[in-house]
């Protein structure tokens, strides 16, 4: 898997569990069912991507992979996360504007 690829996804789990630890605060350390059932989802739906290598970051896609029930879920966790993520994982979400604003167009 190409290292943007692997990146998106560690960003996400990471966006998955502030969210998750903060919204439906499972008993145990980790995801909760719901979480991780949709993080595999995002999972597939990431290495399968028609772009490859290149591929731009899901919400400037020009092709909606994921069903709109999940890409709302995901919307909902990004909204959440996404400024949290810059005290929890500031490299992380630095990385990840800097893809967004300068990578995020498929050749």
């Known amino acids: 898997m190409a290292y943007s690829k692997k990146l998106e996804i560690t960003t996400l789990e990471k966006m998955m569990l502030i969210h998750c630890r903060d919204i439906h605060r499972p008993e145990r350390a980790g995801l909760c069912p719901e979480c991780a059932e949709l993080l595999d989802y995002a999972r597939q739906r990431t290495e399968k991507c028609v772009f490859g290598d290149n591929k731009p970051v899901c919400s400037e896609c020009p092709v909606h992979c994921y069903r709109p029930a999940k890409r709302g879920d995901i919307r909902k966790i990004m909204?959440?996360?996404?400024?949290?993520?810059?005290?929890?994982?500031?490299?992380?979400?630095?990385?990840?504007m800097y893809r967004k604003k300068f990578k995020s167009r498929p050749d």
């Open 79 to 96: 909204k959440y996360s996404g400024p949290r993520m810059l005290k929890r994982h500031p490299i992380l979400a630095v990385r990840y």
